[in-house]
């Protein structure tokens, strides 16, 4: 399949693995995939397993991802983690404003679009992730709160570093549940997002920006939604915590 954007798969460990464990699975993923080159190949795994991982990657196609990080500078930010202290592990990418952030840490449009700065000034690009909940899909809202928080989680970034930004799709309905969005509905709010994203950049901008689609993405139905014309990868939550099924996906989408 022909895009001229190059897929993006993203693997959120979220909190799961221990240091060992982490081991595990990333040296039975480089097994599987060690080879691949069309694909953008991500592992986000804990804070705590960064530095193993890490040395395990290193000179491999697969990239490091963190799963959140500090809107400060260092300093006295008890519990934090500070961008500069991820770019020693070598960390390339960090998943901002996911949906469980957003719901336990009530984290705010507001708050991300800080965070997505200071990545971007650290060299390390931003997946900052939007997406409705069932209620708000049932009450055909979807776009409204989808363009409000791609406003919001996006404002003050230049239009170099929104090239730099990916943006992840994640209707929280699917996060998870099994209950993925069929192809059509995510090929239909991700052209929606392109559209917002030429609003704020232009067409030029819009159409180099790539778009991951997370929610219960499996090795069955990644093919599938990986062929959509505006879905340019994918931000995978528990398939990518086992190596068979994260390069199953891989290896179907390419
Ligand atoms: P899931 O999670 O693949 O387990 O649905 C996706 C995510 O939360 O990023």
């Known amino acids: ?3 001229d954007r190059k897929l993006i798969i993203a693997g959120n460990w979220k909190m799961n693995k221990t240091v060992s464990e982490s081991l595990d699975l990333i040296q039975g993923l480089l097994r599987e995939v060690q080879q691949v080159k069309e694909v953008d190949m991500v592992v986000c795994p804990p804070f705590t397993a960064l530095s193993e991982v890490s040395r395990k990657v290193i000179d491999t196609q697969i990239r490091l991802g963190a799963q959140n990080m500090s809107e400060q500078g260092v300093g006295a930010f008890t519990g934090e983690i500070a961008a500069e202290m991820l770019k020693e592990f070598l960390v390339r990418y960090v998943i901002l404003g ?3 952030r957003r719901q336990y840490q009530e984290e705010t449009d507001c708050l991300i679009a800080k965070k997505a700065l200071a990545a971007h000034v650290a060299s390390i690009k ?3 992730c939007v997406g409705e909940t069932l209620e708000q899909r049932e009450s055909g809202v979807t776009n409204d709160v989808v363009g409000s928080q791609i406003k919001g989680s996006l404002a003050g970034l230049s239009s170099q570093q929104m090239l730099e930004t990916i943006i992840a799709y994640e209707p929280v309905w699917a996060i998870g549940t099994g209950k993925t969005a069929s192809s059509e509905q995510a090929q239909e709010v991700h052209q929606f997002i392109r559209g917002v994203l030429s609003d704020l950049h232009g067409d030029e901008i819009a159409r180099q920006v790539r778009i991951q689609y997370g929610g219960s993405v499996k090795p069955g139905n990644a093919r599938e939604l990986m062929s959509q014309p505006d879905i340019d990868g994918a931000l995978v939550g ?13 290896l179907n989408s390419i």
């Open 1 to 3: 399949m022909e895009k």
């Open 98 to 100: 996911h949906s469980e």
């Open 126 to 128: 931003p997946i900052v």
């Open 238 to 250: 528990g398939a990518s915590l086992d190596a068979k099924n994260f390069s199953e996906i891989i």
